[in-house]
């Protein structure tokens, strides 16, 4: 049987010994403009710092019209990326953009998640970092269910950020000479 894929290209940046180069390759957080985005940029930065690999990340976009070309450039694009940026910036990870378009029609959750995994292997990644709670047909179980599917790349689940209830600020004490910001009338 033969498949059509394309070739991976890993980076080698760096040596593991003299005149060997080490393969890298990028570890991809999935954004789909979420809350779970956080926690998925999260796992992504400590695994691509553990392998001493560059980040991909793959905005998740709405359709796009017939006559536009995908730009992970583009302002919707970099709107989605820039939840990540300050968490990139800080753990200093280089990263590479890219974009995923929603197909327009109702081609099924496994055909949606196909087309992302064929995004993440274009660009040569080894392990897709998806949120277990993604987008109808992007979440982390119908990801990994298409990558068994076609044989890889590895899929990582990033558990979605735990909602905590805001906490009920204590009622100040008022005290005889009206310390709560108004003046006492005597």
């Not at 980040?55 to 450039?73: E, G, K």
Request: positive net charge; proline residues 12%; hydrophobic residues 45%.
């Amino acid at each position: 049987m033969k498949t059509h894929r394309p070739p991976l290209a890993p980076t080698t940046e760096g040596a593991a010994t003299p005149g060997c180069p080490r393969l890298r390759f990028p570890v991809a957080a999935v954004l789909a403009d979420r809350l779970d985005d956080t926690a998925v940029v999260d796992v992504a930065v400590g695994l691509s710092a553990a392998r001493g690999a560059p980040l991909l990340l793959i905005a998740v976009m709405p359709p796009l019209s017939p006559r536009m070309a995908p730009r992970p450039d583009g302002a919707a694009a970099r709107a989605v990326l820039g939840r990540a940026l300050p968490r990139l910036a800080r753990a200093g990870i280089a990263y590479q953009p890219a974009v995923y378009h929603r197909p327009a029609g109702r081609n099924g959750r496994l055909a949606e998640a196909k087309g992302l995994l064929e995004v993440g292997i274009t660009h040569g990644c080894s392990l897709l970092v998806v949120s277990r709670s993604g987008p109808a047909g992007l979440d982390a179980c119908t990801v990994m269910q298409a990558a068994a599917i076609r044989g890889g790349p590895f899929v990582h689940a990033a558990s979605p950020v735990p909602w905590v209830p805001l906490a009920a600020r204590p009622a100040l004490p008022r005290d005889a000479a009206g310390s709560s910001g108004r003046g006492s009338r005597g």
